[in-house]
T-cell receptor, first 111, second 114 residues
Framework: QQPVQSPQAVILREGEDAVINCSSS?????VHWYRQKHGEAPVFLMI?????EQKGHDKISASFNEKKQQSSLYLTASQLSYSGTYFC????????????FGSGTQLTVLP | NAGVTQTPKFQVLKTGQSMTLQCAQD?????MYWYRQDPGMGLRLIYY???????DKGEVPNGYNVSRLNKREFSLRLESAAPSQTSVYFC?????????????FGPGTRLTVT
């Protein structure tokens, strides 16, 4: 069962902040965040593991609430280059470690 | 270091034709994956290979077959293409093991079946 992302779309002005949420009905081992620009492949942003370990780009921050099986991606002081579709992917505890992706959040940053 | 490469980039098929999508990675990753992405949708897993010599079905395997030729290469075959298989296909790879291991995607193959 795929994770649920919210909102489906968001429009910002440069410099504004945004939060994208991802929730799952299953117990999670990890949450992965990717950004995809139109016509391109998804690009890795961040991984958060159960237990607190995480890895990602310096300018991206995210949280993982293990009790609620939810993750949030925080985009602060947005730039035009942040525009794209953001996907969360989840790996469930006890699964064969394949990622299941949400349907995406389309972020548009306007000048 | 090319990362994950896919061929071809674009393909148009007629209904009933067959074709093989090729994928290769040079990062010595154990696990490889094939996804499809339909317009406005997320990525859905077709097949994956956790290690050389093994393959398993994902969420949407019907109409596809795969071959893990060696550690580097993982191909996806459409035996008899249908319009419902019009999509963008992404190959991905990831290292094995626990810990924060990211997945790398290839540039995609845009397939149209008429």
């Amino acid at each position: 069962q795929q994770p649920v992302q919210s909102p489906q779309a968001v429009i910002l002005r440069e410099g504004e902040d945004a939060v994208i949420n991802c929730s799952s009905s299953k117990a999670l081992y990890s949450v992965h965040w990717y950004r995809q620009k139109h016509g391109e492949a998804p690009v890795f942003l961040m991984i958060l593991l159960k237990g607190g370990e995480q890895k990602g780009h310096d300018k991206i921050s995210a949280s993982f609430n293990e009790k609620k099986q939810q993750s949030s991606l925080y985009l602060t002081a947005s730039q035009l280059s942040y525009s794209g579709t953001y996907f969360c992917g989840t790996i469930s505890s006890g699964s064969a470690r394949q990622l299941t992706f949400g349907s995406g959040t389309q972020l548009t940053v306007l000048p | 270091n090319a990362g994950v490469t896919q061929t071809p980039k674009f393909q148009v098929l007629k209904t009933g034709q067959s074709m093989t999508l090729q994928c290769a990675q040079d990062m010595n990753h154990n696990s490889m994956y094939w996804y499809r992405q339909d317009p406005g949708m997320g990525l859905r897993l077709i097949y994956y290979s956790a290690s050389e010599g093994t393959t398993d079905k994902g969420e949407v395997p019907n109409g596809y077959n795969v071959s893990r030729l060696n550690k580097r290469e993982f191909s996806l075959r459409l035996e008899s293409a249908a319009p419902s298989q019009t999509s963008v296909y992404f190959c991905a790879s990831r290292s094995a093991g626990t810990g924060p291991v990211e997945q790398y995607f290839g540039p995609g193959t845009r397939l149209t079946v008429t």
